[in-house]
């Protein structure tokens, strides 16, 4: 589906579903829909933006590209490539190209490694650059590029480092290994305010320096609109808009697209009143639209049936039988 990208496709998901299996109690499990036939595509050099609220999937989604996760049923192609049957040689590579930054730097760095083993480990992983000597200089490079002073941080170990500085740190081993896409699931959520604008700054310079694509993972659409080229807007699960990032936020035609935009706080504003008859917490899923039981236009046909993503006006799409505006 080509949902208002350009070029082609680097990486693809076609009618994707996951679910996990919750216990109930005694013997009872129930399954636990995280994705609901989910298609999508990440165009060649773009910065595509996946956002919704807490539980709509995002991570699932990344877990998923990664090869963390294996889905239920559905397609992931990387150029075109059939990434669910890949060989053991095939899955070397593909664990190469795609790459993740994940929310919290803590975790995801070994607390006994300092600077210069973490970087090097990927290098060593996969291969790449052969004897110490090139090795080391490629450590040096990537320290650099990610804005921090290799002879200050290299003996550091993670707790010596400030949430930024880790964060930098997971960025450089991400792109030890000349990744072709990363995803970045919500990589400066964690930080405070101060250093986010460096780690997103860093992000986009380096996506324009190394020609990567970027899947960019956020609850927070004020992010969003600082980095992406497009947007896809997810909700229990299924995405219910996808368009360029400008049209979406001037525009939104998805009216939980808007309940999301209303919901941004705007500098020096009390900001919009949020749209009415908008419930706190989404009820049971309905049989029809998801978004339904909290939408404050939805009719019957919406509770009904469940609209498919479909093109509302020129390259953008909605998952809505009543657009706000087409
Ligand atoms: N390992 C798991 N076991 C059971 N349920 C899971 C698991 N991982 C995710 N889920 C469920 O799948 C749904 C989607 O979760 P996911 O973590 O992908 O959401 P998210 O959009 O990343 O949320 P957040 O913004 O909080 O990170 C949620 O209902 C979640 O509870
Ligand atoms: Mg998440």
């Given at each position: 589906?080509?949902?208002?990208?350009?070029?082609?496709?680097?990486?693809?998901?076609?009618?994707?579903?996951?679910?996990?299996?919750?216990?109930?109690?005694?013997?009872?499990?129930?399954?636990?829909?995280?994705?609901?036939?989910?298609?999508?595509?990440?165009?060649?050099?773009?910065?595509?933006?996946?956002?919704?609220?807490?539980?709509?999937?995002?991570?699932?989604?990344?877990?998923?590209?990664?090869?963390?996760?294996?889905?239920?049923?559905?397609?992931?192609?990387?150029?075109?490539?059939?990434?669910?049957?890949?060989?053991?040689?095939?899955?070397?590579?593909?664990?190469?190209?795609?790459?993740?930054?994940?929310?919290?730097p803590?975790?995801s760095l070994n607390p006994r490694s300092t600077v210069w083993d973490a970087v090097e480990e990927p290098?060593?992983?996969?291969?790449?650059?052969?004897?110490?000597?090139?090795?080391?200089?490629?450590v040096?490079?990537l320290v650099?590029?990610?804005?921090?002073?290799?002879?200050?941080v290299k003996?550091k170990y993670p707790?010596?480092?400030?949430?930024?500085?880790r964060?930098?740190v997971s960025?450089a081993r991400?792109?030890a290994?000349?990744?072709?896409?990363?995803?970045?699931?919500?990589?400066?959520?964690?930080?405070?305010?101060?250093?986010?604008?460096?780690?997103?700054?860093?992000?986009?310079?380096?996506?324009?320096?190394?020609?990567?694509?970027?899947?960019?993972?956020?609850?927070?659409?004020?992010?969003?609109?600082?980095?992406?080229?497009?947007?896809?807007?997810?909700?229990?699960?299924?995405?219910?808009?996808?368009?360029?990032?400008?049209?979406?936020?001037?525009?939104?035609?998805?009216?939980?697209?808007?309940?999301?935009?209303?919901?941004?706080?705007?500098?020096?504003?009390?900001?919009?009143?949020?749209?009415?008859?908008?419930?706190?917490?989404?009820?049971?899923?309905?049989?029809?639209?998801?978004?339904?039981?909290?939408?404050?236009?939805?009719?019957?046909?919406?509770?009904?049936?469940?609209?498919?993503?479909?093109?509302?006006?020129?390259?953008?799409?909605?998952?809505?039988?009543?657009?706000?505006?087409?």
């Amino acid at each position: 589906m080509e949902q208002g990208g350009g070029g082609r496709p680097l990486v693809e998901v076609r009618n994707l579903s996951v679910g996990f299996s919750a216990s109930m109690g005694f013997f009872k499990k129930r399954t636990v829909s995280a994705i609901d036939d989910l298609s999508l595509a990440a165009w060649e050099g773009e910065s595509l933006g996946v956002v919704g609220e807490s539980g709509s999937g995002k991570t699932t989604l990344a877990r998923v590209l990664v090869k963390l996760l294996r889905p239920h049923s559905g397609e992931v192609l990387f150029k075109g490539e059939d990434v669910l049957t890949q060989t053991r040689k095939e899955e070397r590579v593909y664990r190469r190209k795609v790459q993740m930054v994940f929310q919290d730097p803590y975790e995801s760095l070994n607390p006994r490694s300092t600077v210069w083993d973490a970087v090097e480990e990927p290098l060593l992983i996969h291969h790449v650059a052969g004897d110490r000597h090139s090795r080391g200089e490629m450590v040096e490079r990537l320290v650099a590029m990610v804005g921090l002073d290799p002879g200050a941080v290299k003996h550091k170990y993670p707790h010596q480092l400030s949430g930024g500085e880790r964060q930098r740190v997971s960025i450089a081993r991400a792109l030890a290994v000349s990744p072709d896409l990363l995803i970045a699931d919500e990589p400066v959520s964690m930080l405070d305010v101060s250093m986010r604008i460096g780690i997103l700054d860093l992000m986009l310079e380096l996506k324009r320096k190394l020609g990567l694509t970027l899947i960019f993972i956020t609850h927070d659409l004020g992010v969003a609109r600082y980095f992406c080229d497009r947007i896809a807007v997810m909700y229990q699960g299924k995405l219910m808009e996808v368009a360029r990032t400008e049209e979406l936020l001037e525009r939104p035609l998805h009216p939980y697209t808007k309940l999301l935009l209303d919901s941004v706080p705007v500098p020096g504003g009390a900001g919009p009143a949020p749209p009415e008859a908008v419930d706190a917490d989404p009820r049971p899923a309905p049989a029809g639209c998801k978004f339904s039981p909290r939408c404050p236009y939805a009719r019957d046909r919406c509770r009904g049936s469940a609209p498919d993503l479909t093109e509302v006006s020129r390259s953008r799409y909605a998952a809505c039988y009543y657009p706000l505006t087409s």
